[in-house]
């Protein structure tokens, strides 16, 4: 019976965005493609460190322990690399040499890997190559460009955090277009005459509420063991404020979820909040508000929108 990617919470995760390719992408834009395979056939042994989203990674693999049959896992995370099978042969070793529970692979030698997101029904997919990520975006598919933070950052504890901004990451940006041209007056204005119409889905909906599944799977764990101590702490952070907060809460409903934190700033700068709450993972539209996001959590940026049209370099 084929395993089925139906049902689940699925993420694509590429090579770039889980380990420190550094020294291996010298090796490439200097010496070229021969002397690359060269030196990851000589390194296969050797583990790659731990990339951005490792801790990420690891904390989402262990919820499948939620699981009352091991052969049904809550989470499944898929490699989607642009090696070849040879060369990527030592990022599978290297997986296992850290003890991730990532079995499936797809190698595409050099091509975007993103177009197989739909036939695995991946709700995202993460890359440092920005370039991928923008064309995924563009395809209306969920993926986000792993931008930089503090790499590996294991911190013992077993929580998973992820904080997500709002406007153009799980909401579509409609309302940053009605910003953009009428101020912030209007936008307040037009979001209090809306605060009864849920937004239309961003590209991280669906990632979101299958988060949120997992969350009643906790819940049902809670249930039958009282000790069990809750993993999975979603956090909004937002740069609206009141009186613009409330439709934002009243869409997650609509979608039957419900962050554990809200944060609604109002302009004050993300990363303040950022660096006490520690998320493992942080994702926003805005590359300004990535800037200094990166410099204290793990920060991914969806270029999803008006405001990241053309705006596909490096």
């Given amino acids: 019976m084929p395993f089925s990617v139906d049902g689940r919470l699925v993420v694509g995760i590429a090579s770039s965005a889980i380990f420190d390719l550094v020294e291996s992408d010298a090796v490439f834009r200097e010496k070229g493609e021969a002397a690359y395979r060269g030196h990851q056939r000589e390194m296969v042994d050797v583990p790659l460190q731990g990339g951005h989203s490792l801790g990420f990674i690891r904390r989402l ?37 850290h ?12 091509a975007c890997p993103w177009p197989f997101i739909p036939a695995l029904n991946i709700s995202l997919f993460l890359s440092a190559n ?28 077993e929580a998973l955090r992820i904080a997500f901004d709002f406007d153009g990451v799980l909401a579509d940006d409609a309302s940053e277009a009605i910003y953009q041209k009428e101020g912030v007056g ?6 209090s005459r809306n605060i009864d119409n849920p937004h239309q889905p961003g590209p991280l909906k669906d990632f979101l509420v299958k988060l949120s599944a997992i969350q009643q799977a906790e819940e049902a764990r809670r249930l039958q063991d009282p000790a069990y101590r809750n993993r999975v702490r979603i956090s909004l952070v937002t ?11 009243e869409t997650l409903k609509s979608w039957g979820v419900m962050a554990n934190d809200a944060f609604f700033l109002g302009g004050i700068e993300k ?21 200094g996001a990166r410099a204290v959590v793990p920060s991914v940026h969806v270029p999803f929108g008006t405001l990241n049209q053309g705006n596909t370099g490096s």
């Fill in 61 to 97: 693999l262990a919820l499948n322990d939620l699981s009352p049959d091991t052969d049904k896992p809550l989470v499944e995370v898929i490699l989607l690399s642009r090696n070849d099978p040879d060369t990527g042969l030592r990022v599978l070793e290297s997986i296992r040499h």
């Fill in 99 to 110: 003890g991730l529970g990532i079995t499936r692979a797809i190698f595409t030698q050099g």
């Fill in 130 to 157: 920005r370039q991928d990520v923008h064309e995924a975006i563009q395809a209306g598919m969920p993926a986000g460009h792993v931008m930089g933070g503090p790499s590996g950052r294991e911190d013992g504890d």
């Fill in 186 to 191: 209007g936008f307040h204005e037009h979001e």
């Fill in 239 to 249: 740069a609206r404020n009141a009186p613009s907060h409330r439709r934002a809460i």
């Fill in 271 to 291: 990363a303040r909040v950022l660096g006490v709450l520690q998320p493992h993972i942080f994702f926003d539209d805005q590359r300004g508000h990535l800037d």
